[in-house]
């Protein structure tokens, strides 16, 4: 039996939470047909949410969140999978109701585990991350609506997050004019270099419109904010244009009429990359070693130790975290 290094969440009562580095023994692990000696992983918002004990997205402590992970198969009991094999981890409710990536060592189900495709390190896997993989997701649904490069400017909401980023950075790379949507003026140099064409504040969605339809600008959107934001773009949509929604930090709330639905034919795309089918997690990540520009994403990455993640947490949930952090396990 071996010991491995964790980030580790404890209960401080009174609904807190604490988080520290702690030394943990294999014993500890949960059940899984997989091992895997994890090398990066990423921080999420919905990671922030986690650390800060918000949401109860986790029922059971101790725990070691991180929704995302990357490493090599140090064990395997299906042969799906073999020792050296490098695997992708996003979903499934890892890091909240399963042990995640913020650990030198996880154990999981081999169903939720898709290998590493050919020309991408467990860095860059996780350069792009859940963010990346959910920005792919949503390219490929706004794809299967008919969306083609050419059609006119698609938004891009909260793109100087995760999701927007890689998704204004995939957009462009896919020959479509991208409008990124943000409320940060500090970075609109940062989403120019990412392929933005133009940028507009955020303010300008976040105030619904006093009209069920305003004058049809967008040829498709990747939403990642929610809330009166996705009320007003619906209200924006070309005829027959789609938008897909990933996020709802802006909240859950939807206040729209039908309208755009009725008359534009407009389509509201649902984004789950926790329980995606493996068929379409496979396609989703060779099309990301295929089209992403990795390199573009890496410069504009940012590095973190397990120990650095809970200051960090609290600034993803301030909306102070720009594009990527990508979490050496072993650093």
Not at 31 to 53: F, P, R, W
Not at 255 to 274: H, Q, W
């Amino acid at each position: 039996m071996s010991e491995f290094q964790a980030l580790v969440l404890r209960e401080a009562g009174e609904g807190k939470v604490e988080s520290r580095v702690e030394t943990v023994s294999d014993a500890a692990l949960p059940e899984g047909d997989v091992t895997v000696a994890v090398e990066h992983s990423t921080l999420n918002y919905k990671d922030g949410m986690v650390l800060q004990g918000l949401g109860r997205l986790v029922r059971r402590y101790p725990h070691v969140p991180g929704v995302d992970f990357a490493g090599t198969v140090e064990r395997s009991d299906t042969p799906r999978f073999k020792p050296g094999d490098k695997v992708i981890l996003t979903g499934w409710r890892v890091g909240e109701l399963h042990w995640g990536g913020y650990a030198q060592r996880a154990q999981v189900k081999a169903d939720w585990l898709v290998p590493l495709p050919d020309g991408l390190t467990t860095e860059q896997a996780m350069i792009v991350g859940t963010a990346g993989f959910t920005a792919m997701l949503a390219v490929m649904a706004l794809e299967r609506h008919g969306l083609r490069p050419g059609d006119g400017e698609v938004l891009v909401t909260g793109a100087a997050g995760g999701v927007g980023s890689v998704a204004t950075a995939l957009l462009h790379r896919l020959g479509h004019r991208v409008v990124a949507s943000t409320g940060r003026p500090a970075e609109h140099g940062y989403l120019t270099d990412l392929g933005a064409a133009s940028i507009i504040d955020r303010a300008v969605l976040a105030t619904s419109s006093a009209r069920p339809l305003d004058s049809e600008r967008w040829a498709g959107a990747i939403d990642a904010v929610g809330g009166t934001t996705l009320a007003t773009l619906l209200t924006q949509l070309r005829h027959r244009a789609s938008v897909a929604a990933v996020g709802n930090a802006g909240g859950i709330e939807l206040k729209a009429t039908v309208l755009p639905f009725l008359l534009r034919g407009v389509n509201l795309l649902g984004i789950d990359s926790v329980l995606s089918p493996r068929e379409e997690r496979e396609e989703a990540w060779h099309r990301i070693a295929r089209e992403l520009p990795l390199a573009k994403l890496a410069a504009m990455t940012r590095r973190a130790r397990l120990a650095d993640l809970p200051a960090l947490g609290q600034q993803i949930l301030q909306g102070g975290v720009r594009g990527r952090i990508v979490v050496d396990v072993n650093a």
